[in-house]
């Protein structure tokens, strides 16, 4: 018997096509499990009305651990458009289906680690005082707080007298009174100090485990002082349990600047929903991109790792599939840390380094040129050839188990 049940989860466009690979490499590691197939995305929402079916909430429920591919997103207007006819009129919204599973199971602690692979053409590179260029390491993990923030989804449109009533009581919506309500959208942004708590010790608790030197708080307290500020507070908090590591606070706007400045001075940083995944994003730009960007959803329960790539539609329907399996490989590396099996992890990272360094293998994204049907042609390596490269380094060619349906 399988010693793990991951619950799969395909979704829409490319993740079809980087799932499978992922489990390749698990399963040339030895990673002993059971896949079961589950339903999200684009295609659920089109049919069902609802793009996270209960029965895949059932599933994460009962099996704990996810890997999750990508999915589309669209807006309100055009999600509605696409609707079944049948279900148009019927009362449903669109909702992303990652942001409601986030918040359905808790999964608050968002970690995305940008790690750059020396030999990478996409690394960032910069020039010398002296002449020429150097590669500075980047070794950063981001952590989002994951369900709360601008993301929590509490919005209107023409909102409501009694919500216009309510932010009459502050003196700042004088400006906005007399905007008229069809005129008129507002998000919410809240930050609990349970959740921010939270997010700021695992922040702090991975830095001391993996001997990262700081933490770094990148809110906008200046500005949203009550939001921001509460983040701030609560870091500072935490960080009296962790005298040894030094607590930075770096506005997000400045952060922007400074990543691309030493990128190498910072090791973990902490942030609220919105902001983590800007910087998150921004530090995946200087290790690749996101053909290597990884991700983990954690809760006390359920955890689900996804790469931050979206869905690709432009690419999904291309034979051979061309697109860096990379990140969702990286985001099952992670998936085997959070279940224990770090040396299995430890293999799948250094196999992708030897591949990455030795630069015979590179997908169109490294070669840097356009993606499509011509890439292939021009040199790039496809999907499963990229693939076929790790599991060489690895030492095993085998076949997937899983055949799925569309320190600073």
Request: glycine share 10%; aromatic share 8%.
């Amino acid at each position: 018997m399988a010693k793990h049940t991951i619950v799969v989860m395909p979704g829409d466009g490319i993740g079809n096509q980087v799932l499978p690979e992922a489990i390749r490499i698990l399963d040339a590691v030895g990673f002993e499990a059971e896949y079961v197939h589950a339903d999200i995305g684009w295609e659920c929402w089109i049919k069902e009305g609802n793009a996270l079916p209960e029965r895949t909430i059932e599933l994460l429920r009962q099996h704990k651990i996810g890997l999750f591919g990508a999915i589309t997103s669209k807006p309100k207007k055009e999600a509605e458009a696409e609707l079944s006819p049948a279900l148009r009129g019927k009362g449903c919204q669109y909702f992303s289906p990652i942001v409601s599973m986030r918040q359905k199971f808790n999964l608050d602690v968002c970690m995305r680690p940008c790690l750059s692979f020396p030999g990478n053409p996409l690394n960032f590179i910069r020039k010398k005082p002296s002449g020429g260029f150097e590669e500075p390491k980047v070794d950063v993990v981001v952590f989002r707080q994951n369900t709360e923030g601008l993301y929590a989804g509490v919005e209107w449109s023409n909102p409501a007298p009694q919500v216009r009533e309510a932010l009459r009581t502050h003196p700042k919506f004088k400006l906005f009174e007399s905007v008229a309500g069809e005129d008129l959208a507002i998000s919410v942004r809240i930050i609990t100090r349970p959740a921010a708590r939270r997010i700021c010790e695992a922040a702090f608790r991975h830095a001391r485990k993996f001997g990262y030197k700081t933490v770094t708080i990148c809110e906008k307290p200046n500005v949203l002082r009550e939001t921001s500020g509460l983040m701030e507070e609560v870091a500072k908090e935490v960080q009296k349990q962790y005298s040894d590591i030094p607590l930075w606070s770096t506005n997000i706007d400045a952060q922007t600047m400074w990543l691309t400045k030493n990128p190498e001075d910072y090791g973990v940083i902490v942030a609220s929903n919105l902001f983590g995944d800007v910087i998150s994003d921004a530090f995946a730009g200087l290790v690749g991109g996101l053909g290597f960007a990884a991700s983990g959803n954690i809760g006390d329960d359920v955890a689900v790792f996804e790469p931050t790539h979206g869905s690709a539609p432009k690419y999904a329907e291309l034979d051979p599939p061309i697109v860096n399996p990379i990140a969702m490989i990286l985001s099952a590396a992670m998936m085997l840390d959070h279940i224990g099996e770090q040396s299995k992890a430890e293999k799948v990272r250094t196999a992708i380094a030897a591949v990455v360094g030795e630069g015979k293998v590179r997908t169109y994204d490294m070669l840097r040129i356009s993606g499509g049907a011509r890439s292939l042609a021009q040199g790039a390596a496809s999907t499963p050839q990229m693939t076929d490269a790790i599991l060489e380094q690895l030492g095993a060619g085998v076949e997937s188990a899983y055949a799925g349906s569309g320190r600073n």
